[in-house]
C-alpha cells in the first residue's frame, strides 16, 4: 500500500493571545503557513502584526497559545532560538552598521573562526558568494554599507538572515523605501527564494503589492484573525474592506488650489556633508500658499538634509530660505517655528514624540512656549489637555484618554497625534516628510483628508515621500531630487511611478521621452 504524506505547515500559531496593559494586541490569533509559500499579513495599525511577529520571532512571548515549526511545539525565549529553528526577521529599519563592510555585517555574531580563534574571513566570504548565487542576490562583500543603495543594503539584509540557515523569512514592510524598479527586483529575489524552497512572512500596506507576490494573505482587525483569503480570489478593494470597513482610500487630488503668492523659497541652497562634498547641491524651489510640492527621491540623495535645514535643525553653507518674504537662513528652530512653520518629521519616534510622555506633553512639543500650552513663563496643564482633546477628537486619535502614554498608540494614531499638533497651529507652511509612512489604509486616508484640507485653506506643503502613488496624487507640482540636486520637474497629470522612479535612479531625460514624457529637466531653476 503507497504510503500518503500529508504536507504540515511551515508555521503554525494557535491561539497566540498577548496583554499589554489596557490593551490585548493578540486575541486568539491563528496563522497557519505552508511551506514554500508567501504569506502576507495585513491589517490596520495596532491590529496586531507587529506583536505577532515579534512573538514568532522571539523578541516577545505570548500569554496563551502555541507555536509549531514544521509540526513541531516550539517556545521561543529570544531571537536566537527562532534562528536555531531557521526562522529570520528582516526588520523595516534595517540593522546594518554603516562603517562596516557587507561582509562584516553578514558574519556578525556569526563568526566563523579559525583554529586559534582568528576570525576565517576567506570561509566566510565563499559561504556569502553561495548564498548570493543560490537566491539571486549580488553583493560586493568588500564594499562598505554606506556606499550603497536601499535595494542593495535590504539584499545585504536578506542574505544576513539566509547566511544565518533561515528557511523562514519575515519581512516587515521590505518595499517602504523602495522606487518600483526596486520592487521589481526585490520580488524576483523572493520568487528565487520561493523557487528554492523558502516560506516568506511578508507584512505590507501597500496592497496591489502585496496583490502580486503573496500566495495567501491573512488579515488582521483589532488583534483579531479575520480571514486567510488566496490572493488570486481578492482584489485591492476587497482586502481594504477586510481591514478597516470601507474602500481602498486614494491621495488623489481633484482641484487646484494654487494661489500667486509665495510662502516658501529655497534659493541656491547648499549644504555639504561631513567630507566637505555637497549632499544638497544648488537647490532652488518655491511653494506657493495652496501648494503641494512633492519631493522625490531616493533615500540618501539629499531630502534629509534638505528639510534639516529648512526646519533649523542643521546649517545651510551657502543660500537663503524665505518663509513669506522673510529671511528665516540663520534664524532658530524656534523662530522659524513661531514665524508659521510646521513640521511632520520622517521618524515619528526618533524625532516626533517623546514615547514614554503623556498625549498632552506630546501635542505641546514645539509649541510649549505658547498659548494654549504656556501662560507666561509657565505650563498651562488645562489648556494643553483641553488642546489635546480637541485633537482627539477632530484628527480622530483613538485612546482612552490624554494621560496615556504615546507608546501606547498605534504608528497610526501617532501619526494623527503629529498631523494634528502641527495643523492646529494653523502653519503656513508644513515640511511633511513621510507623513504616511508605516500607517495602514485607514490612518493613510485620515492624513491624507487632512493635508488635501489644509492646502484647500491656503496651506503650502512641502512633501517628502517614498510612497510614489502619494507624490502623484497628492502633490500639484514634482520635483526629483538626485546626487543632491533637483533634476527634473515633472506635471503630477502625466507622470507614472515608474517613470518617477526612473528619474529618481538617475534616469536621463533622453530615457523618459523614450517612454513617452516630455517633462523637463531643472537646472536649478525655481521649480
Not at 346 to 357: S, T, V, Y
Not at 448 to 454: S, T
Amino acid at each position: 500500500m503507497k504510503e500518503i504524506r500529508v504536507s504540515v505547515p511551515a508555521i503554525e500559531l494557535i491561539g497566540i493571545t498577548k496583554r499589554f496593559p489596557g490593551v490585548i494586541a493578540n486575541d486568539n490569533v491563528n496563522l497557519s503557513v505552508e511551506q514554500g509559500e508567501v504569506h502576507a499579513i495585513c491589517g490596520e495599525n495596532g491590529a496586531g502584526k507587529s506583536t505577532l511577529m515579534k512573538i514568532l520571532y522571539g523578541m516577545q512571548q505570548a500569554d496563551e497559545g502555541e507555536m509549531r515549526v514544521a509540526g513541531k511545539k516550539v517556545e521561543f525565549s529570544s531571537p536566537t532560538d527562532a534562528i536555531a529553528q531557521g526562522i529570520g526577521m528582516v526588520h523595516q529599519h534595517f540593522m546594518l552598521a554603516d562603517n562596516l563592510s557587507v561582509l562584516e555585517n553578514v558574519i556578525l555574531g556569526s563568526e566563523p573562526v579559525k583554529r586559534g580563534g582568528r576570525i576565517d574571513f576567506a570561509t566566510a566570504e565563499q559561504h556569502i558568494a553561495e548564498v548570493g548565487r543560490s537566491y539571486g542576490l549580488d553583493v560586493d562583500p568588500n564594499d562598505l554599507v554606506e556606499t550603497l543603495e536601499v535595494g542593495e543594503q535590504q539584499r545585504v539584509e536578506i542574505i544576513k538572515v539566509l547566511y544565518r540557515g533561515a528557511k523562514i523569512l519575515i519581512l516587515d514592510e521590505p518595499t517602504a523605501v523602495l522606487v518600483p524598479q526596486e520592487v521589481e527586483e526585490l520580488f524576483n529575489n523572493l520568487r528565487q527564494l520561493k523557487r528554492d524552497g523558502a516560506t516568506i512572512i511578508f507584512i505590507d500596506h501597500k496592497l496591489q503589492e502585496v496583490l502580486e507576490i503573496a500566495d495567501r494573505i491573512t488579515v488582521l482587525r483589532r488583534g483579531k484573525t479575520i480571514d486567510t483569503v488566496n490572493a488570486a480570489d481578492v482584489t485591492a478593494a476587497d482586502l481594504a474592506e477586510l481591514m478597516v470597513g470601507s474602500e481602498l482610500p486614494s491621495p488623489e487630488t481633484s482641484h487646484s488650489t494654487v494661489t500667486d503668492e509665495t510662502a516658501l523659497e529655497v534659493r541656491n541652497l547648499t549644504v555639504n556633508g561631513a567630507d566637505g562634498r555637497p549632499v544638497v547641491d544648488g537647490v532652488s524651489l518655491r511653494v506657493h500658499k495652496g501648494e503641494i510640492v512633492g519631493i522625490a527621491g531616493i533615500e540618501g540623495n539629499g531630502q534629509t538634509e534638505l528639510v534639516d535645514t529648512i526646519v533649523g535643525t542643521a546649517e545651510a553653507d551657502t543660500g537663503t530660505i524665505s518663509l513669506l518674504g522673510n529671511d528665516i537662513t540663520r534664524a532658530s528652530v524656534r523662530d522659524r517655528r513661531k514665524a508659521g512653520l510646521g513640521y511632520v518629521p520622517q521618524d515619528r519616534h526618533r524625532e516626533g514624540l517623546l514615547l514614554d510622555a503623556s498625549l498632552w506633553e506630546n501635542a505641546a512639543l514645539g509649541h510649549q512656549t505658547s498659548a494654549p500650552f504656556a501662560r507666561g513663563f509657565w505650563i498651562d496643564r488645562k489648556g494643553a489637555r483641553a488642546r489635546t482633546e480637541e485633537i482627539r477628537s477632530e484628527f480622530d486619535v483613538r485612546s482612552p484618554s490624554v494621560e496615556v502614554s504615546a507608546r501606547a498608540l498605534s504608528g497610526g494614531n501617532q501619526q494623527k497625534l503629529i498631523i494634528g499638533r502641527e495643523m492646529t497651529a494653523e502653519p503656513d507652511v508644513l515640511i511633511a516628510a513621510h507623513p504616511t509612512r508605516g500607517i495602514d489604509v485607514g490612518a493613510q486616508a485620515d492624513v491624507w483628508n487632512d493635508i488635501r484640507e489644509a492646502r484647500g485653506k491656503g496651506l503650502a506643503t512641502l512633501l517628502i515621500s517614498a510612497d510614489l502613488d502619494e507624490l502623484i496624487g497628492l502633490s500639484d507640482t514634482i520635483v526629483v531630487m538626485f546626487h543632491g540636486k533637483l533634476v527634473a520637474t515633472l506635471d503630477p497629470a502625466e507622470v507614472t511611478p515608474r517613470l518617477l522612479g526612473g528619474y529618481m535612479t538617475g534616469a536621463t531625460l533622453d530615457t523618459a521621452a523614450a517612454d513617452g514624457h516630455s517633462g523637463s529637466v531643472n537646472e536649478g531653476t525655481d521649480a
